[in-house]
């Protein structure tokens, strides 16, 4: 929890209003959020602190990980943080999602051909182009920086955004908030993948293929 004195010198009064400005564009009529105030105070306020906190030890880029179910808040967290790392502490903050970095369907189709028919759905590991990611944060941490794109996907289309639609990145940031359900995840035991866990893959995956190949992937990362 951050005391009066220290909400003070954060620049709090602009904090609290970009912070419920941005809730209110976030808010349905169904599911309003709750205890706005409580969860900047002792939540979102500590955890922007700690981060500063490590930026200042090394004053070099931190990549910080988010996971979370689909629909658990990982976007509008890292919004708020970013909001508060600006306005508090006066980091710049990227956002990035690995849903961004899903192979183009092309891509997805040849794999589909070549390894199992269940990578042609984007979603598990494998069907992400881990290599263009990985540049990008290499890019990110370089000391003399250059501008980057960062990608965009398009889940209308199933297929990545065109390059006009990419995110810019003019200005070297001092944090990166990488978010994504399979962040941070690691891989199962052989023994584990023997049994199917679902009908899927119970009828689609016969030769366990396509799981071993999805955790032969998170064992690369």
């Keep these: 929890i951050i005391n009066d004195m220290k909400l003070d010198s954060l620049n709090y009064q602009k904090i609290k209003k970009k912070y419920l400005k941005f809730l209110k564009s976030q808010e349905i009529m169904s599911e309003p959020f709750r205890y706005k105030l409580g969860q900047l105070k002792n939540f979102y306020l500590p955890i ?13 880029l931190k990549v910080i990980g988010l996971t979370g179910g689909q629909g658990s808040g990982k976007s509008t967290i890292s919004n708020i943080l970013k909001i ?7 980091l710049e903050t990227v956002i990035f999602s690995i849903d961004d970095f899903y192979k183009t369907f092309k891509e997805r189709k040849l794999m589909s051909r070549k390894i199992s028919p269940l ?7 494998g069907t992400h182009d881990t290599r263009m990611l ?5 890019n990110l941490k370089k000391s003399k920086f250059n501008k980057i794109m960062i990608p965009k996907f398009d889940k209308s289309i199933d297929d990545r955004s065109s390059k006009n639609k990419w995110i810019k990145v003019n200005k070297k940031p001092h944090v990166v908030i990488f978010e994504g359900w399979c962040v941070g ?9 023997i049994i199917p866990i679902n009908k899927l893959e119970k ?8 799981r071993s190949r999805v955790n032969k992937e998170l064992m690369s990362k």
Aim: aromatic share 8%; charged share 40%.
């Design 84 to 90: 508060i790392l600006k306005e508090g502490f006066n």
């Design 185 to 193: 995840v690691t891989p199962q035991k052989k023994k584990d993948l």
């Design 134 to 138: 990985h540049s990008c944060i290499k």
């Design 119 to 125: 990578f042609l759905t984007r979603g598990v590991p």
């Design 203 to 210: 009828e689609k995956d016969t030769k366990k293929t396509w």
């Design 48 to 60: 922007s602190k700690m981060i500063n906190e490590e930026y200042l030890k090394s004053k070099r």
